[in-house]
């Protein structure tokens, strides 16, 4: 399900995914397949860990980012999760070719 917050992302957001729902900063990004696609990987990523460990391993991996790349955007584009859902954002057949637990392999 896809929602429609303007005033609950931080400003340099636009989309955030917090199973099971996706939530837009605009309306019109709903028309964005690359984002959605994106937000769909994390979707996937979070019910295959049940979520809250998606949680806890996503805010460890970017902890551990900060201190190793001091730079707060490098740290949040080496997270496993993002970097599986970057990586493959541009490709609308990655849910269905993706096997199960494919995030691990962006951890190493």
Known sequence: MILIFKYILPKR?????LWPLIILRDDELKDDTILINHEKIHLRQQMELLVLPFFLIYFMEWLIGIFRYWNLNMAYRN????????????NPDYLNERSSWSSFKYMF
């Open 79 to 90: 997270i496993s999760f993002e970097r599986e859902a970057y990586q493959n954002e541009w």
């Open 13 to 17: 957001y636009v989309g955030l995914t």
